[in-house]
C-alpha cells in the first residue's frame, strides 16, 4: 500500500490494485490527462486535510460505507475510511476508473469490497 497523501485529519493511501487501475483509468481521461490527474489530487489532499469536500457531488456516498472522489473529467477514486493501529484516521483508495455516469457500477464496488476484505477481514 502507498501513502499518497499525509493530511491534517486523515491520510491518503492506495492499494496496490488501485494504484494500477489508477493508471489504467488516467490513460482513458480524454484531452488534458495531466489536469485531469490533478484535479482529483487537489480533492483527495482536501479531503485529507478538512476530511469533507466543499464542492457539491466530488464526494458521494456510493453504500456499505464506500466513497467515490470524483473529478469533473470523469475520473474517480474509489475508497473507505478507516483507522490505523494508531488511530490515524485513513482513506484507503481500492479503484480508479474513468466513468460519466453518476451511479456507480456494480463491478467497480465490487473490487473496492474485495480489496477490503483483504485488508480489514470485513
Not at 478538512?50 to 466530488?58: G, S, W
Request: glycine letters at 6%; one cysteine or more.
Amino acid at each position: 500500500m502507498r501513502t499518497l497523501y499525509e493530511g491534517k485529519k486523515s491520510d491518503i493511501r492506495a492499494t496496490d490494485a488501485a494504484w494500477k487501475a489508477w493508471q489504467q483509468a488516467r490513460a482513458q481521461v480524454p484531452g488534458n490527462q495531466s489536469q485531469c490527474e490533478a484535479q482529483l489530487i487537489a480533492r483527495l489532499q482536501t479531503l485529507a486535510d478538512r476530511d469533507h469536500l466543499p464542492i457539491p457531488k466530488a464526494l458521494s456516498r456510493e453504500g456499505d460505507g464506500i466513497q467515490a472522489v470524483k473529478a469533473h473529467c470523469g475520473l474517480r477514486a474509489y475508497g473507505w475510511f478507516t483507522s490505523d493501529s494508531k488511530g490515524k484516521k485513513l482513506f484507503i483508495i481500492a479503484h480508479a476508473v474513468m466513468k460519466k455516469q453518476d451511479k456507480a457500477l456494480k463491478q467497480d464496488l465490487d473490487r473496492v469490497k474485495a480489496e477490503r476484505q483483504k485488508i480489514e477481514g470485513k
